[in-house]
């Protein structure tokens, strides 16, 4: 198991930037994937950004070019740098996390937190 504990977001004006952050209760280099979601009103979660278990990012073409995820082994932290924010970014982001254990993948979400980008 792993819990998640998201931070960093706020209210943005457009072309604004914010910082998310994710803090694991286990090492990530334990986590076959590890990354951020987001779940507008009325929309399904999406996802936007995560580390696969190569360790190469793959991003949500939405979002390409403008947010970089990163992570700290050391402290056990995922980030989502997001720059020029535009309204349709505005969500709840989650920090999501798949462990595969024998064969079987389980999934665990961070609280979220919500990022609003005004026009």
């Known amino acids: 198991q792993v819990q998640l504990v998201e931070s960093g977001g706020g209210l943005v004006q457009a072309g604004g930037s914010l910082r998310l952050s994710c803090a694991a209760s286990r090492s990530i280099l334990s986590i076959n994937v590890v990354g951020w979601y987001r779940q507008a009103p009325g929309k399904q979660r999406e996802l936007v950004a995560a580390?696969?278990?190569?360790?190469?990012?793959n991003y949500a073409d939405s979002v390409k070019g403008r947010f970089t995820i990163s992570r700290d082994n050391a402290k056990n932290t995922v980030y989502l740098q997001m720059n020029s924010l535009k309204p349709e970014d505005t969500a709840v982001y989650y920090c999501n996390a798949a462990i595969t254990f024998f064969g079987k993948q389980s999934d665990y979400w961070g609280q979220g937190t919500q990022v609003t980008v005004s026009s």
């Open positions: 580390f696969a278990s190569g360790g190469v990012p």
